[in-house]
């Protein structure tokens, strides 16, 4: 690497390291005894929730380790500087048959602009369906509080992002999105912001990313004396830092198979200012450039540990397509299945 870009490379490593090793100060909480998370849960103290879902079946088949291993359009929602990995155009389109009968579903789409940057847009919305409405009091005396009716609510969210390479090797991107959350007659709205860095070492395809998710101030939903929080609620603030790397294939650490066979691995560090860090793992075995199979796994997770997915990679008429599938295993709720079309060129 020439020497003028040893700063750069410099201040990446630093960055990395820092945020491994700093709790945001607003996680700070005090031990509650017996808590299997090590005394740190702030569960139920931050609004919108929805943005820990992860979008995309693949990210979601890797046990989330995506940080630094993805880099297409649906990066967009884990990290900006992600989306400098589109060639040309991309775009891609998530579902998700969610927890309790909800529906989760996202799209992202991106172009490259030589000279310029990159840059996404992303839309995603959590549909909650038709809840039975119920009254305090059980008007008919027959132990049945229900109404009848219904009323329903949903999560929704907007957002642009811009990354840029200054290197061949070191890329940096934000993003801005507005968020809006309903349930009823009350709901509300707040902007937040992205940054992420992916770094490509240079040796057996290593890349080191990070990226620092829904910073924003406090939301408050009852602003009225109906309130029991004057001081509203945090946003789910999210870091993430991972390393992936070429385990199999060209540009590996076992550098048999050619083109025919690769395999990749990821590993990812998570702290968020509601819950005690976490860590996941993720493989991608990959046949041919077109045929492959993804396992993950998350540590100091209750429910949805394990993962597994499969992907189809067709060119067709000179678009790059790729179908995938993810699911999460869960002991006590439905698993979740997730389904994602991604298409650049």
């Given at each position: 690497?020439?020497?003028?870009?040893?700063?750069?490379?410099l201040a990446a490593l630093t960055a990395l390291a820092s945020l491994a090793l700093v709790r945001p100060s607003a996680a700070q909480d005090v031990p509650t005894p017996g808590d299997d998370d090590g005394g740190f849960n702030r569960g139920g103290r931050t609004a919108f929730q929805f943005l820990k879902i992860g979008v995309g079946a693949r990210q979601a088949a890797?046990?989330?380790?995506?940080?630094?291993?993805?880099?297409?359009?649906?990066?967009?929602?884990?990290?900006?500087?992600?989306?400098?990995?589109?060639?040309?155009?991309?775009?891609?389109?998530?579902?998700?048959?969610?927890?309790?009968?909800?529906?989760?579903?996202?799209?992202?789409?991106?172009?490259?602009?030589?000279?310029?940057?990159?840059?996404?847009?992303?839309?995603?919305?959590?549909?909650?369906?038709?809840?039975?409405?119920?009254?305090?009091?059980?008007?008919?005396?027959?132990?049945?509080?229900?109404?009848?009716?219904?009323?329903?609510?949903?999560?929704?969210?907007?957002?642009?992002?811009?990354?840029?390479?200054?290197?061949?090797?070191?890329?940096?991107?934000?993003?801005?999105?507005?968020?809006?959350?309903?349930?009823?007659?009350?709901?509300?709205?707040?902007?937040?912001?992205?940054?992420?860095?992916?770094?490509?070492?240079?040796?057996?395809?290593?890349?080191?990313?990070?990226?620092?998710?829904?910073?924003?101030?406090?939301?408050?939903?009852?602003?009225?004396?109906?309130?029991?929080?004057?001081?509203?609620?945090?946003?789910?603030?999210?870091?993430?830092?991972?390393?992936?790397?070429?385990?199999?294939?060209?540009?590996?650490?076992?550098?048999?198979?050619?083109?025919?066979?690769?395999?990749?691995?990821?590993?990812?560090?998570?702290?968020?200012?509601?819950?005690?860090?976490?860590?996941?793992?993720?493989?991608?075995?990959?046949?041919?450039?077109?045929?492959?199979?993804?396992?993950?796994?998350?540590?100091?997770?209750?429910?949805?540990?394990?993962?597994?997915?499969?992907?189809?990679?067709?060119?067709?008429?000179?678009?790059?397509?790729?179908?995938?599938?993810?699911?999460?295993?869960?002991?006590?709720?439905?698993?979740?299945?997730?389904?994602?079309?991604?298409?650049?060129?």
């Amino acid at each position: 690497m020439p020497i003028a870009h040893r700063p750069l490379r410099l201040a990446a490593l630093t960055a990395l390291a820092s945020l491994a090793l700093v709790r945001p100060s607003a996680a700070q909480d005090v031990p509650t005894p017996g808590d299997d998370d090590g005394g740190f849960n702030r569960g139920g103290r931050t609004a919108f929730q929805f943005l820990k879902i992860g979008v995309g079946a693949r990210q979601a088949a890797l046990g989330e380790a995506s940080v630094a291993l993805v880099r297409d359009a649906s990066s967009a929602f884990w990290n900006p500087a992600g989306i400098s990995g589109i060639e040309r155009y991309a775009a891609s389109l998530s579902y998700t048959a969610w927890l309790g009968g909800t529906r989760y579903s996202g799209a992202a789409a991106g172009a490259r602009f030589e000279g310029i940057g990159t840059f996404a847009v992303a839309i995603a919305a959590l549909d909650y369906g038709d809840i039975p409405e119920a009254v305090v009091s059980d008007p008919d005396g027959d132990g049945d509080a229900r109404t009848g009716g219904t009323f329903s609510g949903g999560d929704f969210m907007a957002g642009v992002s811009y990354a840029r390479e200054f290197t061949d090797r070191l890329a940096l991107g934000v993003g801005v999105k507005y968020l809006h959350e309903s349930l009823w007659e009350h709901g509300a709205g707040t902007v937040a912001f992205d940054v992420g860095t992916n770094y490509d070492v240079g040796y057996n395809g290593i890349r080191l990313a990070m990226a620092a998710q829904n910073l924003g101030g406090a939301v408050q939903f009852l602003a009225d004396s109906l309130t029991d929080r004057t001081e509203g609620y945090d946003l789910p603030l999210v870091f993430r830092v991972g390393v992936s790397g070429n385990v199999l294939g060209p540009d590996a650490f076992v550098g048999v198979g050619g083109g025919t066979h690769r395999l990749v691995c990821a590993i990812e560090a998570i702290n968020t200012n509601d819950f005690s860090e976490r860590l996941h793992l993720g493989a991608e075995y990959t046949f041919n450039e077109l045929f492959s199979v993804r396992g993950g796994y998350r540590v100091n997770y209750a429910e949805g540990n394990w993962s597994l997915g499969a992907g189809l990679s067709p060119t067709i008429s000179g678009v790059q397509m790729r179908f995938d599938y993810a699911y999460v295993g869960y002991e006590f709720l439905d698993a979740p299945h997730r389904f994602t079309v991604s298409f650049a060129y």
